[in-house]
């Protein structure tokens, strides 16, 4: 099965610096892998999806990439603000394509 | 907000009780998911359903069972309780799978605490 690695530790940055999320996996590289926030007792909210084919994605403050030589992909916030302190989770899609498996999140602190 | 709701969004029980949990959508979404969230795992994949009566196995299906009957209710059924599955269950949908523009994005429910004493 897959295993999928996020920062341990949680993140805690200045506000207006940039933070810097990975996620790491091993065995099969997937073919899609996307990005999601979760708020304290809320369901997670998609963010973004890379591709395998695709090194980079951008999507206003948020920027994605995705290596699979170094089966890893990196998650950055630029400018960062308080609001965007929460846990930010990666999923890969599974081998059939139909199911998605989830790290265990970083939880991100941005301090004012 | 995707239309998902899940149900009971709090229950405590005893352990060897039966349970269900359902989850309802009104996206007329084809997929949907059942996930457990614990700390320190993350949220694993329980079952899920790419229509209605075609259900597949997750990676912690032992101890679960689910339904899907109408496109609309996908149900976690756990028939005999036990203290190892207190968790958040959370449901998701999904329009379509990963191929070509769509994104496969998931909707997720607000998640439903489960504790077995």
């Known amino acids: 099965s897959q295993k999928i690695e996020q920062n341990s530790e949680a993140l805690n940055i200045q506000e207006g610096k940039t933070a810097t999320l990975t996620c790491n996996y091993t065995n099969y590289s997937p073919a899609y892998l996307q990005w999601y926030r979760q708020d304290p007792g809320r369901g997670p909210v998609f963010l973004l999806l890379?591709?395998?084919?695709?090194k980079e994605k951008r999507k206003e403050r948020l920027k994605v990439t995705f290596d699979t030589t170094l089966k890893q992909s990196l998650f950055h916030i630029t400018a960062s603000q308080p609001a965007d302190s929460a846990t930010y989770l990666c999923?890969?899609?599974?081998?059939?394509?139909?199911?998605?498996?989830f790290g265990t999140g970083t939880s991100l602190t941005v301090i004012p | 907000d995707a239309g998902i709701t899940q149900s009971p969004r709090h229950k405590v029980t005893e352990t060897g009780t039966p349970v269900t949990l359902r989850c309802h959508q009104t996206e007329n979404h084809r997929y949907m998911y059942w996930y457990r969230q614990d700390p320190g795992h993350g949220l694993r994949l329980i079952h899920y359903s790419y229509g209605v009566k075609d259900t597949d196995k997750g990676e912690v299906s032992d101890g679960y069972s689910v339904s899907r009957s109408k496109t609309e209710d996908f149900l976690l059924t756990l028939e005999s309780a036990t203290s190892s599955q207190t968790s958040v269950y959370f449901c998701?949908?999904?329009?379509?799978?990963?191929?070509?523009?769509?994104?496969?994005?998931?909707?997720f429910g607000e998640g439903s605490r489960l504790t077995v004493l």
């Open positions: 999923a890969l899609d599974g081998p059939t394509g139909n199911q998605f498996y």
């Open positions: 998701a949908i999904s329009e379509s799978r990963l191929a070509g523009p769509n994104t496969g994005e998931l909707f």
């Open positions: 890379i591709r395998e084919n695709e």
